[in-house]
């Protein structure tokens, strides 16, 4: 089956993504850190967050796995900064849902992220997509603190 040309574009978004990935290695004064890994893949990723006046102020990743993953990591860095942590959490879970349904209500809410639904045809690499938001959830509540 030939891929459509918006397969094409995506599949170049994500690329693009994941080579250049942006938001990526570690913040000066973090808030927030948390490691996370998805073993079925291999992907491990390390996130830091820079929380204050009640909004993520700086976000970045570190670690080392596939396309997938890396590109996730940069999307979701981008769209979380600027945003309270309660208002991360439901991208975290509209994320979740585009992701296995390859739609969901709210995707406006996700911005460029929202370019990762197709991997819903791909159920072995949900866990990838998924990775990195899982992190920003884990670390807004239970991350290790190091204010
Ligand atoms: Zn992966």
Known sequence: MALTKLDQLYRQVILDEANHPRHHGTLAAPTHTITVRNPS???VL???LRVADGVVQDAAFAGSGCTISQASGSLMTDQIIGQTPAVVQQMVQTFSQLVID???PDADLLGDAAILSGV???PARIKCATLAWKAASQALTEGEHND
Do not use: I, M, V, Y
Request: glycine share 16%; aromatic share 8%.
């Open 102 to 104: 390859g739609t969901a």
């Open 46 to 48: 390390t996130l830091q």
């Open 120 to 122: 819903h045809q791909f």
């Open 41 to 43: 893949c291999g992907d």
